[in-house]
């Protein structure tokens, strides 16, 4: 078991450019969410999604697009990349009928926008 | 108003020290209480969790839970240098909302 998995694991873009970062799980967990960590803030919920096909928003889901379109896998998706995205994103899954220590985290993607 | 707020330190103590870690909470339905701990450039991993209030001890750590005055505690007994780490207080209402973060590094 690989649990969850990020790709890339950095990256440095330039400001207005696009990237998708593919988060990949592998314990058939229904549940999936995207989250960024900076200095001082924790981490933030993005968006997330409770099942293949759906996408809801979390805290902070401007400028940042999601797909669900494999149960296994959550596309995070940056159109037009701000300095302000600069930072390092976590994906997390966890099962629908879990409890609050059911949610596992990838080991990030960090990155930097120029 | 966040929902958790936590000091983000960072906190330096010598080997074998006791480390005191905080936060308070805004909502007073929140019932699940989690600490997660974050090594330098890994992602969170849970720790410990307490439903509803009172303390939960495992092994060298004890989490606590004030309900009265909306504060969680983290106690790291007996601490050791791979407890240097990033510990993050989240409240779990069918989400997770973490605090900031404390970075705690253990003196050998």
Known sequence: ?114 | QKEVEQDPGPLSVPEGAIVSLNCTYSNSAFQYFMWYRQYSRKGPELLMYTYSSGNKEDGRFTAQVDKSSKYISLFIRDSQPSDSATYLCAIYDYKLSFGAGTTVTVRA
Not at chain 1, 3 to 13: A, E, H, I, N, S
Not at chain 1, 17 to 45: F, I, K, V
Not at chain 1, 49 to 78: C, H, I, M, W
């Open chain 1, 1 to 114: 078991n690989a649990g969850v998995t990020q790709t890339p694991k950095f990256r440095v873009l330039k400001t207005g450019q696009s990237m998708t970062l593919l988060c990949a799980q592998d314990m058939n967990h229904e549940y999936m969410y995207w989250y960024r960590q900076d200095p001082g803030m924790g981490l933030r919920l993005i968006h997330y999604s409770v099942g293949e096909g759906t996408t809801a928003k979390g805290e902070v889901p401007d400028g940042y697009n999601v797909s669900r379109l494999k149960k296994q896998n959550f596309l995070l998706g940056l159109e037009s990349a701000a300095p302000s995205q600069t930072s390092v994103y976590f994906c997390a899954s966890s099962p629908p009928s879990g409890g609050p220590d059911t949610q596992y985290f990838g080991p990030g993607t960090r990155l930097t926008v120029l």
